[in-house]
């Protein structure tokens, strides 16, 4: 069969050649890999956990790269292109990079059946060595110890919290999901918690694996102050560190999670304050309480889990508007309605709640009626999409009233379509 020539082409047969779209395991990407015959020489770095794992990992590329490295970066899932996923030196990789990479995957792939996320996996692993990046960086895609990405064996590991996400396939309580999270972690290498409080199965997992686990307040902490803060790491302290630019107080912990991780590679990543502090001011992830405009103030969070929602309440009450927030909300079928809803139901005004397609959508109507019974408040409007659920927030807002589009990363990105003139402020 001849590769198709156009990205799109590409990602609409990968979703097609497996019959699940969520196949957790490393057998199958494992024998792919063997015969794809790459070698990463590279540092390694991999990034687990319920939240914050895209911003450390924006953290973690942005000093990198100030500090003059050359950086490949893998992420999911993506806003409005799959480019966004494999980033080289800072940059999305363009069309035909991916295609190259997903033509070389499928080269040697024979009668082995990959999902879509196992194909791109291993395609960014393609590209990177390839490209001669200087260290990878990959983000997890779902756990950890049955992801595609831990296939590669890091030099460091970092999980960046542990929380209730993805029951169906990690387990039904922390303790269930630390382990799978703590899968990332590896014999004699640092593996790095940034939980404040993990689950004993994570704690016991690196123990069991001989793994040199590094916690927050513990063997690394940070303190903040109004416009600066400090972290410290094994009794070594970095002093006067820029506030980085995405909001909340979340992020200086996801911050400091990615220093103690660059902490333990100094002897092969040399990295200087200069570059630390250039790399905070620098980072960004696009949908983690992203300001986009003013007079209507509009917010986009892509947090769709209860304790991504917690994150969300803090950062309301942190930067209040006069006016009231209306929010633009969807949620999947799989996740949490309460315990998302619950932390935010004193902060939202008034709700434009939405459909969304697929099979794991949820009908709006009865995700409507759900949260009108959480709630126990008639401020629940319906639509069919996100796109016109922002239409009527917008036309219903004042300029002293801020829109709040949340609830996954699907809410989000049919919002972004909609507005491609938006930037982050």
Not at 250 to 278: F, P, T, Y
């Amino acid at each position: 069969m001849q590769p198709e020539s156009s990205l799109q082409a590409w990602l609409a047969r990968l979703e097609l050649q497996h019959p699940k779209s969520i196949d957790l395991g490393l057998e199958r990407s494992r024998e792919v890999l063997t015969r794809l015959a790459i070698r990463l020489t590279c540092p390694i770095i991999l990034v687990g956990g319920t939240n914050g794992k895209g911003s450390t990992c924006a953290y973690l590329e942005a000093i990198l790269l100030a500090a003059g490295y050359r950086t490949g970066l893998y992420t999911s899932p993506h806003l409005l292109n799959y480019n966004e996923r494999v980033r080289i030196n800072g940059k999305d990789s363009d069309d035909d990079a991916i295609v190259t990479a997903l033509a070389a995957v499928e080269t040697v792939k024979g009668p082995t059946s990959l999902t879509y996320f196992e194909h791109g996996t291993l395609a960014a692993a393609w590209q990177f060595a390839k490209e001669n990046v200087e260290v990878a960086i990959f983000e997890v895609g779902l756990g950890g110890r049955l992801d595609a990405v831990n296939l590669f064996e890091p030099d460091v590991s970092i999980v960046t919290s542990v929380d209730l996400d993805h029951q169906d396939w990690l387990g039904a309580d922390r303790e269930a999901i630390g382990y799978e999270k703590a899968g990332i972690f590896r014999s004699g290498k640092p593996a790095i918690c940034a939980d404040p409080l993990p689950p004993q199965s994570l704690i016991n997992h690196a123990f069991d694996v001989g793994a040199d686990l590094q916690r927050i307040n513990i063997d690394f902490s940070f303190e903040q102050h109004d416009q600066n803060w400090i972290f410290v790491w094994r009794g070594q302290a970095w002093p006067d560190l820029p506030r980085p630019v995405m909001a909340g107080d979340h992020q200086v912990r996801n911050a400091a999670a990615a220093l103690a991780g660059l902490m333990n590679l100094q002897d092969r990543l040399s990295v200087e304050k200069e570059a630390i502090d250039q790399g905070l001011r620098s980072a960004r992830a696009a949908g983690r309480f992203q300001k986009v405009a003013e007079k209507p103030e509009v917010i986009l969070d892509v947090g769709h889990n209860p304790e991504a929602a917690r994150a969300l309440a803090d950062n309301l009450a942190m930067y209040p508007v006069s006016g009231r927030t209306l929010a633009v909300f969807a949620l999947l079928a799989d996740k949490d309605l309460e315990g998302v809803a619950l932390p935010l139901q004193n902060l939202i005004d008034e709700w434009h709640v939405c459909g969304l397609e697929g099979p794991r959508s949820r009908p709006v109507e009865n995700l409507a009626a759900d949260l009108e019974t959480i709630l126990n408040k008639g401020l629940v409007r319906c639509h069919p999409s996100p796109e016109e659920g922002y239409e009527a927030a917008a036309s219903a807002a004042s300029e002293n009233d801020r829109i709040l589009v949340f609830g996954s990363f699907h809410t989000v990105a049919s919002v972004m379509a909609a507005h491609p003139t938006w930037q982050f402020r």
